[in-house]
């Protein structure tokens, strides 16, 4: 079965500086890798997905991931925080057949310091 | 519709009662999804639909919960005889059919639930 990992329910950076939060996944095949965002007091949306094409994957607001089979792991990056990125975020992976349902992780808290 | 739709946005109980909460996905998704969040925790999955497969319950936190989703659309959640762990935000979710590259889950607003 599917599951994901995330290390760490809170990340604290200051402003502008590098936003990593990890995700590593469990999975006999690559399968399709999603980060989603929640705002306080907002739904979940999503940031990027993974789905085979490319390794590196761009999402909104700047964010990005890189997919590592060898590392089974799919680590979300911003270059330079901003006050605005402070949400939860959470890591999510799903599998290739219709059988499959996405599974997300327990989330990790990003807090930005001024 | 244009996005994923529940209601109601908000639910206080008693403890005891039951509740039904809708989801209406996006028309044309044949996946539906179930997903519990409560305070400053992750999603909990409890149910799953695909098409006309049969729904994979095994997140159902107990008997007290059940789902349907008539004519592959609407969905209703249904918890019996609520009790106060119960108390979350239960959130829909929809998606098209496993196996594509267009995969990803829309979420619904979610439904807050109280139980007094």
């Known amino acids: 079965a599917q599951s994901v990992t995330q290390l760490g329910s809170h990340v604290s950076v200051s402003e502008g500086a590098l936003v990593l939060l990890r995700c590593n996944y469990s999975?006999?095949?690559?399968?399709?890798l999603f980060w989603y965002v929640q705002y306080p007091n907002q739904g979940l949306q999503l940031l990027l997905k993974?789905?085979?094409?490319?390794?590196l994957v761009k999402g909104i607001n700047g964010f990005e991931a890189e997919f590592k089979k060898s590392e089974t792991s799919f680590h979300l990056t911003k270059p330079s925080a901003h006050m605005s990125d402070a949400a939860e975020y959470f890591c999510?992976?799903?599998?290739?057949?219709?059988?499959?349902?996405?599974?997300f992780g327990s989330g990790t808290r990003l807090s930005i310091r001024p | 519709g244009a996005g994923v739709s529940q209601s109601p946005s908000n639910k206080v109980t008693e403890k005891g009662k039951d509740v039904e909460l809708r989801c209406d996905p996006i028309?044309?998704?044949?996946?539906l999804y179930w997903y519990r969040q409560s305070l400053g925790q992750g999603l909990e999955f409890l149910i799953y639909?695909?098409?006309?497969?049969?729904?994979?319950k095994s997140g159902l936190p107990s008997d007290r919960f059940s789902a349907e989703r008539t004519g592959g659309s609407v969905s209703t959640l249904t918890i019996q005889r609520t009790q106060q762990e119960d108390s979350a935000v239960y959130l829909c979710?929809?998606?098209?059919?496993?196996?594509?590259?267009?995969?990803?889950?829309?979420f619904g607003q979610g439904t807050r639930l109280t139980v007094v």
């Open positions: 999510a992976v799903r599998g290739y057949s219709s059988a499959s349902k996405i599974i």
């Open positions: 979710a929809s998606s098209l059919e496993g196996g594509q590259q267009n995969t990803e889950a829309f």
């Open positions: 999975s006999s095949v690559p399968p399709y």
């Open positions: 639909f695909q098409g006309n497969s049969a729904p994979d």
């Open positions: 028309s044309g998704h044949t996946a």
């Open positions: 993974y789905t085979s094409a490319a390794t």
